[in-house]
């Protein structure tokens, strides 16, 4: 079972399963092409509050670190890495945070649903536990 303290350290792997749910969070933030500061400020946010990185010295630089790797790795590899990493448990963890962070911007657009749906399928998920999920995380994103 991988690690779940975060390494987050510059120019290595993925290797722990904070560095994997950190890793599809930010494939996550990416997938409609651009990286907003209310995005990344999302995601350091969520961390914040997660016991998978209560003992990160620094969310922003964790968050900063994992992008990079992310962006080393290439999309494919980091998904693969990060899937490796992660128990079926934290594999719906892991989906979980990424509609988190798509539903920041209040908007699901064509790319990052297609990312979301992309995301199930590796992460083995069956469509409706997929649903489901989605379904809460937005219930927790009402604003009226």
Known sequence: ???TKSCCETGTDLSSTADAIMAV???ALSSD???SAREFTAVTLM???SPLFRD???IRDCVAS???TVAR???EDALAQAVELLSPRMRETAYAWAVQTVLADAK???NEHKFLSCLRKALGLHGILAGKIAAVVAILNRVK
């Open 1 to 3: 079972m991988a690690k």
């Open 25 to 27: 969070a930010v494939l």
């Open 33 to 35: 092409g651009k990286l």
């Open 47 to 49: 961390a914040s509050q």
């Open 56 to 58: 990160a010295e620094d």
């Open 66 to 68: 994992v992008a990079e």
């Open 73 to 75: 790795l290439g999309r």
């Open 108 to 110: 699901v657009l064509p």
